[in-house]
């Protein structure tokens, strides 16, 4: 049996789960409580998750379960040590997302430099109207050519954001455990972490969240950076300690931030970050175009399919 555990944000109603159905008896939820999780899975042996964790006490408490299917890139619900213990394939959905991301990392970014949707509510407002001169801005207005952009984990989104931060007439630092040396040209180079800390203008997180990039964006990491740097986390939220990265935008160091996830999603009504100033923050949404959901489903299914058939594709663990 097929078990979704939590399928609304990936179809909220627009797309069709036929895919899975022909695979064998389905059954799809649009979300699961902590508490409703080991019923839920029950003795299924092909389970899906996005966001609903799956811990190694849920593994053990249902040994039925053969394979695992995360309906995302970032594989960190899933305790993977313990389903590897388990023998359990995990499997990801690696590209569906590479270039919505990239632009996303963009229209925060974009948002930042030109303030559209605040300047679009002045004019609504009739600041316009009522002005003596042609035009006004309310807020700084950044140009990013020449500008640098600081990217860390240069993989599939990062290198995607790279390219457009280098069609945009920036130039691209890159920090990353990997480095593929061919990518390398005028415009663009791999760095140590602290080189990029210190010379971007913008820096943008493309890393998974692992052990050694939780915190990463620190209270010491930023006191290396520029003075009114900007900050785009379009990653995982545990990549910064929102009470640093609050304070820091109190004070100025970091001008604005552009934050598609935090910490604990959804967010707290008291997370620090709601009240810092020059944060903007979207409900995780870099990933969620029509085009990139939908192909994110295709490769779901592929993987499961491939997995019945004796072939794991995807596989992170
Ligand atoms: P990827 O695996 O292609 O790239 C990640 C890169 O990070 C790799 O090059 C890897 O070498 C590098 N890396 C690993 N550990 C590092 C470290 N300690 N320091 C620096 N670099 C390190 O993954 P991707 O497809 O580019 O996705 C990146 C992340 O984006 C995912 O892990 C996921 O968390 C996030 N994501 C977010 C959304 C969203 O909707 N906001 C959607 C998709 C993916």
């Not at 972490?193 to 620190?218: K, M, R, Y």
């Not at 990933?287 to 994110?296: D, I, N, T, V, Y």
Request: hydrophobic share 40%.
């Amino acid at each position: 049996m097929i078990v979704v555990l939590d399928g609304y944000t990936l179809n909220p109603g627009d797309l069709s789960w036929d895919g899975f159905e022909k695979l064998g008896e389905f059954v799809c939820y649009d979300r699961t409580e902590s508490s409703d999780i080991i019923s839920r899975i029950g003795d299924a042996d092909a389970v899906i998750t996005n966001k609903t964790p799956l811990t190694a006490e849920t593994l053990k408490a249902c040994p039925g379960i053969k394979y695992i299917g995360v309906l995302a890139t970032g594989y960190n619900v899933v305790d993977v040590a313990a389903a590897s213990k388990a023998g359990i394939p995990v499997c990801n959905i690696p590209t569906y997302g590479t270039t919505a991301v990239a632009q996303f990392a963009f229209a925060q970014l974009l948002n930042i430099c030109h303030h559209i949707q605040d300047h679009a509510n002045t004019v609504k407002e009739g600041k316009w109207t009522a002005c003596p001169d042609f035009c006004y801005w309310d807020f700084p207005l950044t140009e990013l050519a020449g500008k640098t952009m600081g990217i860390i984990g240069y993989g599939r989104i990062g290198q995607a954001a790279g390219k457009i931060a280098q069609a945009f007439g920036m130039k691209v630092l890159a920090y990353d455990e990997y480095q593929n040396k061919d990518l390398e040209c005028e415009t663009m180079e791999y760095v140590s972490l602290d080189a990029l800390l210190s010379a971007s203008d913008v820096i943008s997180l493309h890393c998974p969240l692992f052990e050694s990039t939780e915190g990463i964006i620190n209270k010491d990491n930023i006191a290396k950076m520029k003075d009114a740097v900007i900050i785009i986390n379009t990653s995982r939220g545990p990549l910064v300690v929102e009470q640093d990265l609050a304070d820091a935008l109190r004070s100025g160091k970091v001008r604005a931030a552009g934050l598609d996830v935090v910490s604990t999603e959804p967010i707290k009504a008291d997370n620090v970050l709601l009240k810092a100033p020059n944060c903007f923050i979207t409900p995780h949404i870099a990933w969620a175009p029509l085009e990139s959901r939908k192909r994110l489903m295709n490769i779901a299914v592929e993987n499961l399919s491939s997995f019945q058939k004796g072939t794991v594709t995807n596989r992170v663990n």
